[in-house]
């Protein structure tokens, strides 16, 4: 921790970069890595200058002094593993430290609650509490899924739908993203569009349906198109809500010290809003599959929708365990691949994890 005129305080140091480097006037020089430290200090009941200065490499650095009451114990982010020679505080080393003090993975741990509902899905299979015609057994289901991969059924359709969840995830990102940029950078561009992307939000995607059919036949179109309005709804809500959140208070100082537009945006607007589409991400998946569910009444001759209503006519309740369970594996492995990228991307944001 760093201490300033004998009183224990919590340095928050947030990193701007881009700024350039001649915007600040300062005297004396923090080196760590090529990086110092500008800011107005507030220690009791008077102001005093901080270390100050910008890199060499034109980042601007913003620190806040936030009261915190003096501690008796040690914290993780005082450990040598955490801080650097100056003190500061490395969150990558602590996030680091956090995820490995597990042997297993978080991504095995969170599997616990799934293995769980198929231990009660046996047992409750086995008790005789119901029959084979309304809940089947977790082995007839393995067997009803054997069979269809050993007959190359299942494969045929599942690479029918996802073609079409790809098509539709690729334009939806796209379109949502440009729409939320247009949005949340410029009051103009909200005026004309939020208003129409909440109307898209509240309306049910079955409900447009019938609407697709008539403007565009029984042909692909209709179906990746109601997946991308699905995900593009999720993409553009998340991030629009992110580049508005973003603390204003780095934006003030970014300009204060003579950043422009672009680089405001580029530096700090749209890293702050990286956690918001990283979210809309991960429910834009979700709604990718539940929109393939729909789209594939349209009159589908193949895919995992049309073996869902094969199956519902005929009465196979192995087959349609079998497709839910497909759908919750791709789910899950959709949700995997967003936490991979969290991981990756925002090593820099400390949260809380649950510990």
Request: hydrophobic share 50%; net charge neutral.
């Given at each position: 921790m760093q201490s300033i005129s004998g009183e224990e305080r919590t340095v928050a140091i947030t990193v701007i970069p881009g700024a350039p480097a001649e915007a600040a006037d300062c005297d004396h020089l923090d080196h760590k890595g090529g990086s110092a430290v500008r800011a107005l200090l507030t220690v009791g009941d008077h102001d005093e200058q901080s270390h100050a200065s910008t890199s060499g490499r034109g980042e601007l650095i913003v620190a806040t002094i936030l009261d915190k009451a003096r501690r008796t114990t040690p914290d993780v982010a005082d450990t040598p593993e955490t801080t650097g020679a100056s003190g500061l505080i490395d969150p990558t080393a602590i996030s680091r430290k956090t995820r490995s003090s597990s042997r297993v993975?978080?991504?095995?741990?969170?599997?616990?609650?799934?293995?769980?509902?198929?231990?009660?899905?046996?047992?409750?299979?086995?008790?005789?509490?119901?029959?084979?015609?309304?809940?089947?057994?977790p082995l007839s289901?393995?067997?009803?899924?054997w069979r269809l991969i050993a007959n190359g059924e299942l494969?045929?359709?599942?690479?029918?739908?996802l073609l079409r969840v790809?098509?539709?995830?690729l334009i939806g990102i796209v379109l949502g993203l440009v729409l939320a940029l247009v949005s949340g950078l410029s009051?103009?561009?909200?005026?004309?569009?939020d208003a129409n992307m909440e109307i898209l939000r509240a309306v049910p995607n079955f409900a447009l349906v019938p609407l697709l059919i008539v403007w565009f036949g029984i042909s692909e179109t209709p179906k990746v198109l109601l997946i991308t309005l699905a995900v593009a709804v999720s993409i553009y809500i998340n991030t629009f809500s992110a580049i508005r959140s973003v603390d204003a208070g780095l934006v003030e100082a970014a300009r204060s010290f003579g950043v422009q537009r672009r680089e405001l945006i580029r530096r700090v607007i749209l890293p702050g809003a990286l956690p918001g589409f990283l979210i809309g991400l991960r429910l834009?998946?979700?709604?990718?599959?539940?929109?393939?569910?729909?789209?594939?009444?349209?009159?589908?001759?193949?895919?995992l929708g049309r073996m869902m209503s094969d199956a519902r006519e005929y009465f196979q309740l192995d087959v349609v365990f079998v497709l839910i369970a497909v759908y919750a594996i791709l789910g899950l492995l959709s949700i995997f691949i967003v936490r991979a990228l969290e991981a990756?991307?925002?090593t820099w944001r400390r949260s809380f994890d649950g510990n």
């Amino acid at each position: 921790m760093q201490s300033i005129s004998g009183e224990e305080r919590t340095v928050a140091i947030t990193v701007i970069p881009g700024a350039p480097a001649e915007a600040a006037d300062c005297d004396h020089l923090d080196h760590k890595g090529g990086s110092a430290v500008r800011a107005l200090l507030t220690v009791g009941d008077h102001d005093e200058q901080s270390h100050a200065s910008t890199s060499g490499r034109g980042e601007l650095i913003v620190a806040t002094i936030l009261d915190k009451a003096r501690r008796t114990t040690p914290d993780v982010a005082d450990t040598p593993e955490t801080t650097g020679a100056s003190g500061l505080i490395d969150p990558t080393a602590i996030s680091r430290k956090t995820r490995s003090s597990s042997r297993v993975p978080r991504s095995a741990q969170r599997l616990l609650g799934p293995v769980l509902l198929v231990v009660a899905w046996q047992l409750t299979a086995s008790s005789g509490l119901s029959g084979e015609n309304v809940l089947p057994r977790p082995l007839s289901v393995l067997t009803a899924a054997w069979r269809l991969i050993a007959n190359g059924e299942l494969q045929e359709h599942m690479t029918i739908s996802l073609l079409r969840v790809g098509n539709g995830l690729l334009i939806g990102i796209v379109l949502g993203l440009v729409l939320a940029l247009v949005s949340g950078l410029s009051r103009v561009g909200e005026n004309f569009v939020d208003a129409n992307m909440e109307i898209l939000r509240a309306v049910p995607n079955f409900a447009l349906v019938p609407l697709l059919i008539v403007w565009f036949g029984i042909s692909e179109t209709p179906k990746v198109l109601l997946i991308t309005l699905a995900v593009a709804v999720s993409i553009y809500i998340n991030t629009f809500s992110a580049i508005r959140s973003v603390d204003a208070g780095l934006v003030e100082a970014a300009r204060s010290f003579g950043v422009q537009r672009r680089e405001l945006i580029r530096r700090v607007i749209l890293p702050g809003a990286l956690p918001g589409f990283l979210i809309g991400l991960r429910l834009a998946l979700t709604g990718a599959w539940l929109s393939l569910i729909f789209a594939e009444t349209i009159n589908a001759k193949r895919g995992l929708g049309r073996m869902m209503s094969d199956a519902r006519e005929y009465f196979q309740l192995d087959v349609v365990f079998v497709l839910i369970a497909v759908y919750a594996i791709l789910g899950l492995l959709s949700i995997f691949i967003v936490r991979a990228l969290e991981a990756r991307l925002l090593t820099w944001r400390r949260s809380f994890d649950g510990n």
